[in-house]
């Protein structure tokens, strides 16, 4: 599963990209991304520091009828405030992954990974 990080105001948020079945659609999660654990079979990268946390925003995006709109989904149980510049990044990541869908949808390859 692939995902991105950006650090904003001394905070480091992640990006993660999936494709849960139950959902026939690609995940694209938003979380405050957690510091990876110093040692374990976890991190084979010892240049990975950071990992996605608990998601808090999913975006998911159909890949196999381009008229399904994609959605996004809040899972937090508490409030929580979300840098403008973040939910941008995120937001142009959710639109990237629907092209790619939409791209794959159009040549027969309903798979659009990141």
């Given at each position: 599963?692939?995902?991105?990080?950006?650090e904003?105001?001394?905070?480091?948020?992640?990006?993660l990209?999936?494709y849960?079945?139950?959902?026939?659609a690609w995940?694209?999660e938003?979380?405050e991304a957690?510091?990876a654990?110093?040692?374990?079979a976890?991190?084979?990268d010892?240049a990975?520091t950071?990992?996605?946390?608990?998601a808090f925003?999913?975006?998911?995006v159909?890949?196999?009828?381009p008229?399904?709109?994609p959605?996004v989904?809040?899972?937090s149980?508490?409030e929580r405030?979300v840098?403008y510049e973040?939910?941008?990044w995120?937001m142009?990541?959710v639109?990237?992954?629907?092209?790619?869908c939409?791209?794959a949808?159009?040549r027969?390859k309903?798979?659009?990974a990141?």
């Open positions: 599963m692939p995902w991105e990080l950006r904003h105001a001394g905070r480091c948020y992640a990006v990209f999936h849960p079945l139950a959902d026939d995940a694209v938003l979380s957690v510091p654990p110093a040692e374990g976890e991190t084979p010892a990975v950071y990992l996605p946390g608990a925003l999913v975006a998911l159909p890949d196999e009828d008229d399904l709109q959605v989904r809040v899972w149980p508490v405030v840098p973040v939910m941008r995120f142009e990541q639109a990237d992954q629907v092209e790619r939409r791209i949808f159009r027969g309903p798979e659009a990141p």
